[in-house]
């Protein structure tokens, strides 16, 4: 009797300890579905939007094999990177920020400051030398927490081209109908060449305009970097904190198991009593009939 006694006590203190190193390892292995889904909206959250284009441009020979030429290519690019961050001390990581792009010498072409102590929120857009790009990309990665980065690279050289041409077409257009006009006519055909030149040169300014983004002096890739406070990722969570929570939980859950183990035996105890007594009573009928 004794020896089953500790047999028991054994078997319970095993289950409970296997019960608390889950629960323990749990808490280190896995994200929660509310952090997964807070780290998603924050991200989200911390978008902004961003007018002005910074377009880049690099230049590289390509080889045909068909007939052993080769050629140069100026392509113009636009590349962003986005890269939201959350910390606890603002004051400290806005001030590395600032500091890191005077470093790289980069330009601050947006900032927007909004929210209360405890909760602000920094955006910024910076304008980077492409041949610094990834390494500003790398040092700012450095600031805060990371939620999400994103880096994209889109061709524009198409429509750098298309510029170009339409540009000279404009001017063709404009020196035709300046020809025209200098030949004379009536009134009202001058005046309506006038404001179609008027038209033409204004869209040829406005074309102009687009193209100077694409000047060497102009070159810039470009970051969005969004720096939010956020006081629960200041400290990491400590083993202490992290073995009161499992033993709560353990305890909890465990002695939930065990009062539905002891629940389920007595049924089926009391299941099998029922059933055994059943049986003696249909005993006695049967006899009593024979």
């Known amino acids: 009797m004794t020896n089953k006694f500790r047999k028991g006590v054994f078997i319970l203190i095993v289950g409970f300890l296997a019960l ?28 902004f939007e961003f007018s002005r284009k910074n377009y880049a441009s690099e230049k590289f ?8 030429q080769s050629y140069n290519v100026d392509q113009k690019y636009e590349k962003i990177a986005s890269l939201y961050t959350n910390t606890a001390n603002f004051d400290q990581d806005e001030k590395k920020v600032r500091e890191t792009i005077t470093q790289f010498k980069a330009l601050v072409q947006f900032e927007q400051n909004y ?19 990834d390494a500003f990309v790398e040092e700012i990665k450095k600031v805060g927490t990371i939620s999400s980065i994103h880096i994209n690279k889109t061709d524009k050289t198409n429509e750098y081209k298309d510029l170009n041409a339409k540009r000279v077409s404009l001017e063709k257009a404009r020196e035709s109908l300046i020809a025209l006009k200098n030949k004379g006519g ?105």
């Open 61 to 68: 020979k390509v080889d045909r094999k068909s007939d052993n």
């Open 20 to 47: 608390f190193l889950f629960r323990l390892s749990y808490g280190y292995l896995s994200t929660t579905e509310n952090t997964f889904i807070d780290t998603i909206q924050s991200s989200i959250d911390n978008t």
């Open 186 to 290: 009536a009134v009202n055909e001058l005046i309506n060449l006038e404001d179609r030149i008027l038209a033409i040169e204004t869209e040829i300014q406005s074309t102009g305009i687009r193209l100077g983004e694409y000047d060497l002096e102009n070159e810039f890739c470009t970051v969005k970097f969004g720096l939010e406070e956020n006081q629960s990722v200041k400290k990491e969570i400590s083993l202490s904190h992290r073995i009161k929570v499992a033993l709560e939980w353990t305890i909890k859950y465990y002695l939930l198991l065990l009062a539905i183990c002891f629940v389920g035996s007595l049924s089926i105890l009391i299941g099998v009593t029922l059933l055994e007594k059943l049986n003696v009573v249909s005993s006695l009928i049967a006899k009593k009939q024979d």
């Open 115 to 133: 929210g209360l102590k405890g909760s602000r929120r920094l955006n910024l857009a910076i304008g980077v030398a492409p041949e610094s790009f």
